[in-house]
């Protein structure tokens, strides 16, 4: 391998890292509040990102570069692309919300891109350490644009519990990291699974490791029962943070949770399925009936989106390409949704309004016909009612979860979501059922209505003709195990 | 084949373009618009129907105009459509009915019409789908789809307690088939991965996993049907749903359940099927008769109508489990009938209550006096409700109880109670809404139908008396069917 090559494949990483640099300097010299330069230049950027992902692929092979600390297949190619492309969402759904509260600045749009480089390199990443720098990049990123609102006191309070469990979950990760190396001698994914296949003498330390990475995992997932900075944070951000929390990261934390069990930790399946069972139940249980109790959306969300991390370890702990290509189209799917769920609130907000409670949804089909029917898509596919998306990622993980024969754990699931399926129902309630409590007009900008048409509408179309994102999900997941 | 495309995709998508295109008309300043654009696609989707009935070759119980394309192509799942002698009457019977409820909601639906009559014909469409789907993921998709325009049906111009009522039946449908869903998938991998639903009837299953199979399909089909002990959500939801939804909710909706019995739990799991009959048709004459005598309490005309057809369709469940051709094919009538005669009642209750907005029996009395018409039509449908030889409600429940009394002196006995209980609720209703002196003022203000109405009412009494004095058209079509299913349900598939 030489280190032209190495740097071809790492490319994209390379690019956004310069790039940054440039806007964090450029920004520095646009005056004015609309910061209108520095939103087209990012956005730009991401699409030049995606021009060098797309360019450099190589079809059909995994390609490993310096040393084996980095790994560029299709999975990493499929889930950076629509990293980009939801980072680029986010931007468009949350400038009219930020430029109203003033925290439209460089800042916001620097530690956005470098949270997507830490996205990037956790997705490529391929050893211990480069996974850990990744994810420590997105963490920080996170952590920072959470407390942007410094004089927020809830925002502010969101960002230390996320800093404090965010650190500590870290710590959980690297002791257990650490614990790994010490049993097999290796920091390399790869090599470690050849090295426990091959036997390693302290079995326990092997085991003890393990325990500690699936508790910084589930930690970083936001699964029970280390789910419990998620409604805090989830409801103390403002939304436009919120909405990047939720969304791309989970597409790194899955490939993430690929790399380290389905790659690494293959061999040790035995023990990490069992515990992934214990978590994805308590979650799928606690988050589909505590979303029940909540009057605030975003705290609903906080914990739907615990019941549906629930239902991605499902996919995960099935195994095998059913599982892990049903868990990565679900982290996609998930992705998509709640993209659309977040994107409405901040549709709905405006100059000191939220639009984050349930009530602020009341009457919604009177005020805007095409809103609530979009909202009515999404909130079903949330539930995983067909004809939407949602269906078939909870099909597809429950088809791999009773390929493994574990049927009660199925009917376990299902009799959740039918739980979960009442506090979706609840918004469609309350938008179409309902009248609205105040008749202010929506102002919507053109590019956030066109893009909510086209997020909700990709839910229905998605869940008309799901057959390719599943072929996708599945031929990614199969060559990144092939590589194993 | 119609204008070059297959019929069945048709029957399915045209309603659905239509439904979208009126909710295209956007809000209430074009409500004229959306209700011309409804007629005229409930209308087309009903005749592109005509062509199924007709082209049916009448001998064979193969499935016709088959349609089979690649769907989801990881999972085996194809785009599978086809219709036998027992589903493509329902395709008809459920196109005249969106035809029908359109018309009925003409001037009754006044605000939000376009949303009103998009639903309906989505629905329509998506109800097509899953009489004609021989795909299981396909039939299971559109049997979750109709779901949601219903459940904003009862909710947005539904009564009183619509919301609660809507919930209800959205999470208690939704309970039961996510609990077949498992076992389409159990299924699945039990075939080496197939979706065909064909291919499961073929299959050999052990008999522990078709007894929890065949579970796993009762709790779907009987909560749709709805049997006892989980029919209470169907009260509830006809009370609260506007006119139109109670029409379609009775009509097609209740047979849906019953059809997933002949398509599903019978064929597939024949020796589970044989083993609970038992049970089966405890429950059904549970609610033959418990049901009919709770209708007898009730004091609002449509939860009385909506009891009854709980105790029409414990009749429908009857005549499945005792295998034999005239208790299925009697079931199949009377589930057709049923659908002629509750839709037909309801309509004549909604006709009741635009004028006086009340259901309340007691509000009502002489009503024969102003609106003799309506009376005549209301006698009509009210007689074939309680079963009187020469309407198609005779037919149905004869044939049940011949096919009943082969397997079981008692069984026909308990069910001919249910003559008794249904002629005395329906027809103590009759005499307390109609006759007598008249109640009070608002009913002496009464005006007789418009033309509309005595148009909708007139087609359903030609049904309802057709099916009565010939029902041979329906039974030709679906005999060579029915004695196949019964051939297969006959033989073990251990």
Not at chain 1, 419 to 429: H, P, S
Not at chain 2, 1 to 29: E, N, Q
Request: glycine residues 8%.
């Amino acid at each position: 391998m030489n280190l032209a090559t190495d740097l071809i494949h790492a490319g994209a990483e390379i690019f956004l890292l310069v790039m940054v640099s440039i806007i964090l300097i450029a920004d520095l010299f646009v005056t004015g509040r609309s910061k209108m330069f520095t939103y087209l230049l990012v956005q730009l950027t991401l699409l030049g990102c995606a021009l060098i992902t797309v360019s450099t692929h190589e079809p059909g092979v995994a390609v490993t570069a310096f040393n084996g600390m980095f790994v560029d297949d299709l999975m990493a190619d499929v889930l950076k692309l629509l990293s980009y492309l939801a980072v680029s969402a986010l931007l468009i759904y949350s400038r009219g919300y930020l430029l109203a509260r003033g925290l439209f600045s460089g800042e916001f749009m620097v530690l956005t891109l470098f949270a997507l480089l830490g996205m990037m390199v956790m997705i490529s990443a391929c050893n211990f350490v480069t996974l850990y720098i990744g994810l420590e990049l997105l963490a920080l990123s996170l952590y920072a644009l959470v407390a942007l609102q410094r004089d927020s006191a809830v925002a502010t309070e969101a960002a230390m519990k996320y800093f404090v469990l965010g650190a500590l979950a870290s710590g959980l990760l690297l002791y257990g990291m650490s614990m790994l190396y010490g049993a097999t001698g290796t920091l390399d994914i790869y090599k470690m699974s050849v090295a426990i296949e091959l036997g390693v003498n302290n079995k326990a330390l092997l085991v003890f490791g393990l325990v500690f990475i699936v508790a910084g995992l589930a930690f970083k997932l936001g699964v029970v029962p280390f789910h419990m900075w998620v409604p805090d944070v989830y409801h103390g951000a403002p939304t436009a943070m919120t909405m990047l929390i939720s969304t791309a990261p989970k597409l790194a934390a899955f490939a993430f949770t690929m790399r380290i069990l389905a790659d690494g930790l293959q061999p040790l399946m035995i023990h990490w399925s069992g515990m992934l069972v214990i978590l994805a139940m308590l979650s799928i249980a606690l988050g589909n009936v505590a979303a029940i109790a909540q009057t605030n959306l975003k705290r609903m969300f906080a914990y739907s989106t615990i019941a549906h991390m629930g239902f991605l370890l499902l996919g995960v702990l099935s195994g095998g390409i059913e599982g892990y290509g049903s868990a990565m189209f679900y982290a996609v799917v998930y992705v998509l949704m709640s993209m659309g769920g977040f994107g409405m609130i901040l549709l709905l907000s405006r100059e000191g309004f939220e639009a984050d409670k349930l009530s602020d949804f009341k009457g919604l089909n009177q005020r805007s016909p095409w809103l609530a029917f979009m909202m009515l898509l999404l909130m079903f596919a949330m539930a995983g009612v067909p004809p939407t998306v949602g269906f078939y990622a909870k099909f597809a993980v429950l088809e791999a979860v009773v390929q493994t024969g574990h049927i009660p754990l199925a009917i376990f699931a299902v009799m959740f979501s039918l739980i979960g399926a009442f506090f979706y129902l609840r918004i469609v309630k309350l938008m179409y059922f309902d009248t609205p409590e105040s008749h202010e007009p929506i102002n919507m900008q053109p590019d956030t209505a066109l893009l909510i048409s086209i997020n909700s509408i990709a839910v229905l179309l998605l869940g008309i003709l799901p057959g390719t994102l599943m072929s996708v999900c599945a031929v990614s997941v199969q060559q990144s195990l092939l590589l194993h | 084949m119609i204008f070059g495309l297959p019929a069945l995709s048709v029957a399915i998508w045209l309603p659905i373009i239509f439904g979208l295109l009126v909710m295209a008309t956007g809000d209430d300043r074009n409500a004229p618009l959306a209700r011309i654009i409804a007629l005229v696609g409930a209308v087309l989707g009903f005749l592109v129907t005509i062509p199924l009935y007709i082209g049916f070759d009448k001998a064979s119980s193969a499935m016709q105009f088959v349609e089979m394309k690649d769907w989801i192509v990881r999972f085996h799942i194809h785009y599978y459509l086809g219709v036998d002698g027992i589903s493509v009457l329902f395709v008809m019977l459920n196109s005249l009915f969106t035809a029908i409820v359109v018309i009925a909601g003409w001037k009754v639906i006044e605000k939000r019409v376009a949303q009103y009559m998009a639903a309906f014909l989505i629905m329509s469409g998506m109800i097509n789908g899953v009489f004609a789907a021989l795909d299981a993921v396909l039939f299971y998709v559109f049997w979750e789809a109709m779901l949601i325009p219903m459940f904003v049906i009862i909710g947005v111009w539904g009564g009183a307690n619509r919301v609660y009522s809507s919930i209800k039946f959205f999470l208690y449908t939704l309970f039961g088939s996510l609990l077949m869903l498992v076992a389409l998938l159990y299924l699945y991998l039990q075939s080496n991965g197939s979706f065909n639903i064909l291919d499961y009837h073929q299959m050999p299953i052990p008999m522990e996993a078709q007894t929890l199979v065949f579970l796993a399909f009762l709790i779907a089909f009987a909560v749709k049907v709805p049997m006892f002990p989980v029919h209470t959500w169907l009260p509830d939801a006809h009370v609260d749903a506007p006119t139109g939804g109670s029409v379609i909710l009775a009509a097609i909706m209740l047979k849906i359940g019953a059809y997933g019995f002949l398509r599903f739990s019978l064929p597939i799991t024949p020796d589970a099927s044989h083993a609970m009959a038992g049970m089966m048709i405890t429950l059904s004459l549970i609610a033959v008769v418990y049901i009919g005598l709770v209708a007898l309490t009730q004091t609002d005309m449509k939860k009385l109508v909506a009891y009854s057809s709980i105790s029409h369709m414990g009749f429908v469940t009857l005549g499945f489990f005792i295998f034999n051709t005239y208790g299925v094919e009697g079931a199949l009538v009377q589930m057709i009938s049923h659908g002629f005669v509750s839709g037909a009642l309801f309509l004549c209750i909604g006709v009741l209550y635009d004028r006086m907005h009340t259901r309340r029996i007691s509000d009502y009395g002489g009503v024969a006096n102003t609106m003799p018409v309506f009376a005549a039509f209301f006698m009509l449908f009210a007689m074939a409700n309680s079963g009187l030889p020469g309407t198609s409600g005779f037919v149905g429940e004869f044939m049940v109880i011949l096919g009943a009394i082969k397997t079981n002196f008692w069984y026909a006995f308990m069910a001919a109670t249910a003559l008794v209980f249904g002629a005395a609720y329906t027809l103590w209703m009759y005499k307390r809404v109609i006759f007598g002196a008249i109640a009070n003022e608002r009913v002496a203000s009464l005006k007789d139908l418009s033309l509309r109405e005595s148009f909708i009412l007139g087609l359903l009494a030609v049904a309802v008396l057709g099916m009565g004095v010939y029902p041979l058209p329906i039974t030709e079509i679906m005999h060579a069917s029915v004695n196949d299913l019964l051939v297969h349900v006959a033989r073990s598939k251990l």
